[in-house]
């Protein structure tokens, strides 16, 4: 009932940049975060970013600092910049959203690849 569509995903050099854009759309009716995270083959799927309706946001340790995520409520889209990437960034990026504080009713993105060469 809730559509997440993402893009921005590409192949970049070590230490150069990405924007990567994710719009949720249908059945959004207090919806109560929107994020990011990633995976890489034979890996489980790790948080990057989230953030609140109200702004609150958090990292994981291996990007905080290079990557920054955004929201405009208006749009119902999430952002998030990465810069300085490093080639263990590469994996397919899915954005989130939630309908639960407690984070357990999520809708997924289909993803989008990102690759980082050295």
């Known amino acids: 009932q809730v559509q997440v569509v993402e893009s921005g995903g590409g192949l970049v050099q070590f230490g150069g940049s990405l924007r990567l854009s994710c719009t949720a759309s249908g059945s959004i009716f207090r919806l109560y975060s929107m994020g990011w995270y990633r995976q890489a083959p034979g890996s489980q799927r790790d948080l990057v970013a989230s953030?609140?309706?109200?702004?609150?946001?958090k990292y994981a340790d291996f990007v905080k600092g290079r990557f920054t995520i955004s929201r405009d409520n208006a749009k119902n889209s999430v952002y998030l910049q990465m810069n300085s990437l490093k080639p263990e960034d590469t994996a397919v990026y899915y954005c989130?959203?939630?309908?639960?504080?407690?984070?357990?009713?999520?809708?997924w993105g289909q993803g989008t690849q990102v690759t980082v060469s050295s």
């Open positions: 989130y959203t939630d309908r639960s504080p407690l984070g357990g009713a999520k809708y």
């Open positions: 953030i609140t309706s109200g702004g609150s946001t």
